[in-house]
């Protein structure tokens, strides 16, 4: 099990700069992309996540190149896109995986909506990935767990945000490792603070086998920015806290205390690997210390 934390970028991302949460599991395939299975042998598992706007439903489960790349073979990745190539790409994969999510339009343009998040995420942003194990028995509960539960949208930025859909799936696995900071993200559920309580959750177990990885953005477009928690987004955003000093400085000073008693984390620290779709399974799963695998398939051990 895999937590992946994405980088904000664009308008939305400037305005909310907490990025995107979801969960990779190796062993669990998708049917469909509202319907889990166990993978068989071959199969590299699922990206699943809780989206606002895409077909009603409230999860979606996407295979995990397809997700990041929006292609099926790792020879397919362009080492360089722009706009128009990305939604090439993804609307390459629509027509031959989603169209029950994104159906056609009639004039066989490529369809508007919010469906263009399931796929080609390394196209916009950069991500950080955070692995604990899994058994196949565990695997095989949540499956059943999810398949059962009604998927309709539920979404909601305070309360049922991505963020929230991952914390639900890891504490499936691990009860009590990731809970809110009601301190520095005010009961607000966020990508970085996730991943901050995963990581010390592994402090206090340090029989877990454990790993921590980066998935970078394929070049050519504007990169993403840096993961904010929402305590961090008022102090460290200039839209927010000048006009918070200026007419609120007690809301701004209570900002900046939360964030740098409960705040600070570095997604970045510990990292021990940077994943490239040559041998993006392989580096992901990896739990032999730090390790550079490019996307030739290559491999090796970093300095201490």
């Not at 190149?65 to 994969?93: C, F, I, M, Q, S």
């Not at 059962?148 to 696995?173: G, K, M, S, T």
Request: hydrophobic share 40%.
């Amino acid at each position: 099990m895999t937590l992946l934390i994405g980088e904000p970028f664009g308008a939305f991302g400037a305005f909310n700069p907490t990025g995107h949460a979801a969960v990779y599991l190796s062993r669990v395939c998708a049917e469909s992309p509202v319907k889990l299975r166990m993978c068989q042998p071959g199969e590299s598992g699922v990206v699943i996540s809780r989206y606002n706007r895409v077909a009603g439903y409230d999860w979606l489960a996407v295979p995990l190149l397809p997700y990041l790349y929006a292609v099926e073979n790792p020879r397919d990745v362009p080492d360089w896109v722009d706009a128009r190539t990305v939604a090439k790409l993804r609307d390459g994969y629509r027509r031959l995986h989603l169209r029950q999510i994104a159906p056609d339009r009639e004039d066989e343009e490529i369809p508007h909506g919010d469906w263009i998040q399931l796929i080609g995420a390394a196209y916009d942003r950069s991500l950080h990935g955070f692995t604990l194990p899994t058994t196949p028995g565990e695997d095989e509960r949540l499956i059943a767990y999810l398949n059962q539960r009604p998927n309709r949208r539920r979404f909601n930025l305070f309360y049922r945000n991505c963020a929230d859909f991952v914390q639900e799936i890891i504490n499936f696995y691990y009860p009590r490792a990731v809970r809110r900071s009601f301190v520095a993200d005010l009961a607000i559920s966020t990508p970085k603070h996730a991943a901050k309580a995963l990581v010390r959750y592994t402090r206090r177990r340090p029989e877990l086998s454990y790993s921590q990885f980066m998935i970078p953005q394929i070049p050519g477009r504007r990169p993403s920015t840096k993961l904010r928690g929402v305590s961090e987004s008022l102090i460290r955003s200039k839209k927010y806290v000048a006009p918070l000093i200026i007419l609120q400085p007690w809301v701004a000073a209570t900002a900046a205390t939360a964030y740098l008693v409960s705040g600070r984390f570095n997604p970045a620290a510990g990292l021990q690997a940077v994943c490239e779709p040559g041998a993006l399974e392989a580096c992901m799963t990896s739990r032999k210390g730090p390790l550079l695998v490019s996307s030739q398939g290559s491999s090796a051990h970093a300095g201490h």
